[in-house]
């Protein structure tokens, strides 16, 4: 009975535990105080790649026999490039710098901002807010003609393929001959005037454009935008940001078929390194008040192979150091507004005014 008891109250203990919620820790403003992160910047690099779709016309393997159009391809291909590359930073939240600011009422820093993510923006003022990047919209395409709406009747009554492109291909030198008529003058119908000559060009070109199409093909060209967030606590010596293939477009890393771009980060050094004789931990329990990044300056390199396709200098609040802000900045003697950088964590404003 007793170990039958025991059991019992061994699975009421485990339900009980199994039943215990467990939420993850979230910054934010209380009563008492705020606790805050302090943001790293992340590099924000979009990469717009063209795609080339040839197709091959219905008449190409007359095109050098009809209009000595040499080189002609009779297969359909399709080709990517990379056309641009830009490089753009934006502020994490730095779960490494956690700090916490305990509100008393000798202090003046009442009105603290967070962002969503809990790092902090600005004290007793509006935040700035980080720059929303535009949205990709692709151009519009034109819309396809189709050649045989110019087609005449000789031309689709014809019995064979190599008829058809033997009567298309004279149909194209007529029109042609056309245009060179009218630029000179010594048309039969001459336009009246010159907005009715550009019409009357602008449709030739049309129908001229759309014949040769079928001995020499189309080309269409679409451009897509790709976005990679790299966020780099350290030094990165070309570490592989993507792959693309001429045939596939952007491929995953791994895959061998693509050609691979680099990444490479380097500190510049351009801040001196923190004082080591007063520890962060120290000066927060000495005083009571805000810690800001000092950002150090970071280049990024794209690159591939050994050619280099963009560089880029930014600050990065990973790459520096932290400062404290004393409280006596907050005392209610002075009216201080802070702002913070929402991308680096530095110091963007900072007012202090003692009231008169």
Known sequence: ???????????????????????????????????????????????????????????????????????????????????????????????????????????????IRLADDGTLTAIN????????????????????????????????????????????????????????????????????????????????????????????????????EHVFIVCPDKEISKEVLFRLSRRLGIVDKDDLSGTPYYISVTDLHSIPAADPVEPAGKRKQQDNGIFVNVPGKIKATISKGNHMMGSFELYAGQFGHTELLSSELFNKRFSTRLILNPTTGSVARLDAEQPK
């Open 1 to 111: 009975m007793r170990k039958i008891l025991t059991a019992a109250l061994l699975a009421i203990c485990c339900g009980a535990m199994a039943q215990t919620p467990i939420s993850k820790y979230k910054p934010g403003v209380t009563p008492e105080g705020a606790v805050y992160y302090l943001p790293k910047t992340a590099l924000r690099i979009v990469v717009q790649v063209e795609k080339t779709t040839y197709t091959p016309g219905d008449f190409c393997i007359y095109a050098d026999r009809f209009l000595r159009l040499k080189d002609v391809e009779t297969e359909k291909t399709v080709d990517y490039k990379v056309t641009t590359i830009n490089m753009t930073s934006v502020g994490v939240a730095d779960t490494s710098k956690c700090y916490s600011i305990k509100l008393n009422p000798k202090s003046s820093a009442t009105n």
């Open 125 to 224: 003022a509006e935040p700035t807010a980080q720059d929303v990047p535009a949205a990709f919209v692709p151009a519009p395409k034109k819309t396809p003609v189709n050649p045989r709406q110019f087609m005449n009747e000789d031309i689709l009554a014809a019995g064979s393929t190599a008829k058809m492109a033997q009567l298309t291909a004279q149909e194209i030198y007529d029109i042609r001959e056309s245009k060179s008529l009218l630029t000179r003058g010594q048309a039969d119908f001459m336009p009246k005037d010159g907005a009715q000559m550009k019409l009357m060009l602008e449709q030739l070109d049309t129908q001229d454009k759309a014949l040769t199409s079928l001995f020499a093909g189309t080309t269409e060209k679409d451009t897509t």
